[in-house]
């Protein structure tokens, strides 16, 4: 059992930079890859970046290449997202999630097994 608790979220200008960080429960955060998705109104909720369980291998969607950067430290069971050059169109409530490492399906959500609350992330313009 996995409990995920999102934090860092909240208002800032387009151009600016927010840090959300994802941090775990439980002993065996290590054997899952961890992903962020996020949700804005009406719409359904996308992937936007993973990690795999040791940190060696990340994958990002195309909308947020070059300016997100997902990151994991195991000794502190968390796993983080820095958000940078941010757009009103990244606005909405952002996830993270674990599923385990045995494959890399990453970009959809059935695979995950546990989920946070979400954090708000709004972006003006």
């Known amino acids: 059992q996995v409990q995920l608790v999102e934090s860092g979220g909240g208002l800032v200008q387009a151009g600016g930079s927010l840090r959300l960080s994802c941090a775990a429960s439980?002993?065996?955060?290590?054997?899952?890859?961890m992903g962020w998705f996020r949700q804005a109104p009406g719409k359904e909720r996308e992937f936007v970046a993973a990690i795999s369980s040791n940190g060696g291998r990340v994958y990002y969607d195309d909308s947020v290449k070059g300016r997100f950067t997902i990151s994991r430290d195991n000794a502190k069971n968390t796993a983080d997202l820095q958000m940078n050059s941010l757009k009103p169109e990244d606005t909405a409530v952002y996830y993270c999630a674990a599923k385990p490492a045995r494959t890399w399906e990453v970009v959809t959500t059935t695979p995950y097994n546990y989920w946070g609350q979400g954090t708000q992330v709004t972006v003006s313009s």
């Open positions: 439980g002993r065996t955060f290590s054997t899952y890859a």
